[in-house]
């Protein structure tokens, strides 16, 4: 790389860093939610319970997606109907559990099937005082009402900004007009939304992410969540390379520059090994808010930039720059 | 063989309790391995890294460290010793200790320092792992680290 790339490089590091700079405090949160035992050198895990996702549906969905497959459904706790939701999360609180991510495979339309969990979902609000974030899927309007009346504390949703993924990935007959809609009903009945957009999810290809950044940009965020494409094994990407470090390089400085007063997060799911060192200091070269299981060094890297680290056991969904 | 909760476990090694790892004592030599349930419970191997051969490893320090789909941290000996031989197959291939933890998965070989002392700590024969195994089945689904049955 010739000294002129690497001043322009450095020159956009700076850039997204100083809008950082301009609209946020000097602390970096870093997370560690239950879902996965987490303890390296700077950041030990204290309460893995602390944070606890359900699947509503066990390990069923009817979509199959090409990268998931249901395989990240199998981590879960898998809901048991005889016990149904207020119980088991009862059950959890009991065992120190303050929060819980209520999730689960989608029906054949995109949605999570949740509509006749709400009145279960209020109790534990009500009755339990837990935090409760709902990975909600594609969702109409009546769905977006009773997420509020419940009194959830957030809602996530992947947005997806290509037909063609929609149609070849996730296997859903729709647009990502759909998808914007969701976020728009979310907006109306003013939900706390923290959508996240997966890198890479055209099969490793960068294809509908720029468009998926524009549409949240038009809606009053919480914050922006990225994963990054995963090749699990069991699926039908488990081959596929995950996507370039120079694509999601570039995608954190456009991110950052796009939403500037919105805390953009690097959420659980990303490549493991060399790739989530490398990413991990870019997230906070370009001035990303957050990082869910950081890799062993990011934190001292972050103190040297001049960051204040804090850390939290919970979902980087949940948590504020 | 003992099975629990569909994870197998032999009965003529060692167990740590807080480890789950596995301790198979030849002469002055361990080989050390992780258990089933906890490398289920620990998802895919992704990157192992071990401490160099020769170095000196205590009862409970880090004799290298892992991450894997849910699990990110070191590696704690569950006898003291010098690593004198690490499995390269395993460095090149972390998925060999969900696939076969107690043959090709195994970690590191040790020659033994300490172990009439700290033997006691360990779990051994049949009838003790079998006690402890049903009680950290319990933990590990209570704790979500394996899927409740």
Same mark, same amino acid.
């Given at each position: 790389?010739?000294?002129?790339?690497?001043?322009?490089?450095?020159?956009?590091?700076?850039?997204?860093?100083?809008?950082?700079?301009?609209?946020?405090?000097?602390?970096?949160?870093?997370?560690?939610?239950?879902?996965?035992?987490?303890?390296?050198?700077?950041?030990?895990?204290?309460?893995?319970?602390?944070?606890?996702?359900?699947?509503?549906?066990?390990?069923?969905?009817?979509?199959?997606?090409?990268?998931?497959?249901?395989?990240?459904?199998?981590?879960?706790?898998?809901?048991?109907?005889?016990?149904?939701?207020?119980?088991?999360?009862?059950?959890?609180?009991?065992?120190?559990?303050?929060?819980?991510?209520?999730? #689960?495979?989608? *029906?054949?339309?995109? /949605?999570?099937? %949740? !509509?006749?969990?709400?009145? &279960?979902?209020?109790? +534990?609000?009500?009755?339990?005082?837990?935090?409760?974030?709902?990975?909600? #899927?594609?969702? *109409?309007?009546?769905? /977006?009402?009773? %997420? !509020?009346?419940?009194?959830? &504390?957030?809602?996530? +949703?992947?947005?997806?900004?290509?037909?063609?993924?929609?149609?070849?990935?996730?296997?859903?007959?729709?647009?990502? /007009?759909?998808?914007?809609?969701?976020?728009?009903?979310?907006?109306?009945?003013?939900?706390?939304?923290?959508?996240?957009?997966?890198?890479?999810?055209?099969?490793?290809?960068?294809?509908?992410?720029?468009?998926?950044?524009?549409?949240?940009?038009?809606?009053?965020?919480?914050?922006?969540?990225?994963?990054?494409?995963?090749?699990?094994?069991?699926?039908?990407?488990?081959?596929?390379?995950?996507?370039?470090?120079?694509?999601?390089?570039?995608?954190?400085?456009?991110?950052?520059?796009?939403?500037?007063?919105?805390?953009?997060?690097?959420?659980?799911?990303?490549?493991?090994?060399?790739?989530?060192?490398?990413?991990?200091?870019?997230?906070?070269?370009?001035?990303?808010?957050?990082?869910?299981?950081?890799?062993?060094?990011?934190?001292?890297?972050?103190?040297?930039?001049?960051?204040?680290?804090?850390?939290?056991?919970?979902?980087?969904?949940?948590?504020?720059? | 063989?003992?099975?629990?909760?569909?994870?197998?476990?032999?009965?003529?090694?060692?167990?740590?309790?807080?480890?789950?790892?596995?301790?198979?004592?030849?002469?002055?030599?361990?080989?050390?391995?992780?258990?089933?349930?906890?490398?289920?419970?620990?998802?895919?191997?992704?990157?192992?890294?071990?401490?160099?051969?020769?170095?000196?490893?205590?009862?409970?320090?880090?004799?290298?460290?892992?991450?894997?789909?849910?699990?990110?941290?070191?590696?704690?000996?569950?006898?003291?010793?010098?690593?004198?031989?690490?499995?390269?197959?395993?460095?090149?291939?972390?998925?060999?200790?969900?696939?076969?933890?107690?043959?090709?998965?195994?970690?590191?070989?040790?020659?033994?320092?300490?172990?009439?002392?700290?033997?006691?700590?360990?779990?051994?024969?049949?009838?003790?792992?079998?006690?402890?195994?049903?009680?950290?089945?319990?933990?590990?689904?209570?704790?979500?680290?394996?899927?409740?049955?």
């Amino acid at each position: 790389m010739d000294s002129g790339v690497v001043t322009a490089v450095e020159s956009r590091r700076a850039e997204a860093f100083a809008v950082r700079q301009e609209n946020f405090c000097d602390t970096i949160s870093f997370f560690a939610p239950g879902l996965k035992r987490f303890s390296t050198e700077e950041f030990q895990q204290k309460t893995p319970q602390a944070f606890r996702p359900v699947s509503l549906t066990g390990s069923a969905c009817a979509l199959q997606c090409e990268h998931c497959q249901s395989k990240i459904l199998e981590p879960m706790i898998p809901l048991n109907p005889k016990e149904g939701l207020f119980q088991l999360a009862k059950r959890l609180h009991q065992n120190g559990t303050t929060g819980i991510l209520i999730s #689960g495979g989608s *029906d054949k339309a995109g /949605a999570v099937p %949740l !509509k006749k969990y709400f009145p &279960d979902i209020a109790r +534990i609000k009500n009755e339990l005082g837990m935090r409760v974030m709902v990975h909600t #899927g594609l969702v *109409d309007r009546e769905t /977006a009402r009773q %997420l !509020k009346e419940a009194g959830v &504390d957030g809602v996530m +949703i992947d947005i997806i900004g290509a037909d063609e993924t929609i149609r070849e990935v996730y296997h859903l007959n729709t647009t990502t /007009a759909a998808y914007e809609a969701s976020l728009a009903y979310f907006s109306e009945f003013g939900l706390s939304i923290r959508p996240h957009i997966i890198l890479g999810l055209h099969f490793g290809q960068f294809l509908g992410e720029y468009h998926a950044l524009e549409m949240i940009q038009r809606y009053p965020v919480h914050s922006l969540i990225l994963v990054i494409l995963t090749p699990l094994v069991g699926t039908h990407m488990q081959n596929v390379p995950p996507p370039s470090l120079e694509d999601i390089e570039e995608f954190f400085y456009r991110a950052r520059l796009q939403m500037p007063k919105t805390p953009i997060m690097i959420g659980c799911a990303r490549p493991l090994g060399d790739h989530k060192v490398a990413v991990d200091h870019l997230a906070v070269d370009y001035g990303l808010n957050g990082i869910a299981y950081p890799a062993d060094g990011v934190v001292a890297y972050a103190r040297e930039k001049g960051l204040k680290p804090k850390f939290f056991e919970d979902s980087c969904s949940c948590g504020s720059a | 063989m003992i099975e629990i909760k569909n994870h197998k476990f032999p009965t003529d090694v060692y167990y740590d309790p807080a480890t789950h790892f596995w301790v198979k004592v030849e002469g002055k030599i361990a080989r050390i391995g992780i258990d089933d349930i906890e490398q289920g419970s620990r998802g895919g191997f992704v990157v192992v890294q071990f401490n160099d051969v020769g170095s000196e490893v205590r009862r409970g320090e880090s004799l290298g460290s892992v991450e894997a789909e849910k699990h990110v941290g070191a590696l704690k000996a569950p006898v003291s010793g010098r690593i004198v031989r690490v499995n390269d197959a395993l460095l090149q291939n972390p998925r060999l200790a969900n696939e076969d933890p107690y043959g090709q998965g195994w970690f590191v070989e040790m020659e033994l320092t300490n172990f009439d002392a700290e033997k006691a700590d360990l779990i051994s024969g049949e009838a003790n792992i079998r006690a402890w195994l049903l009680a950290e089945a319990k933990k590990y689904e209570e704790r979500g680290w394996i899927a409740e049955s």
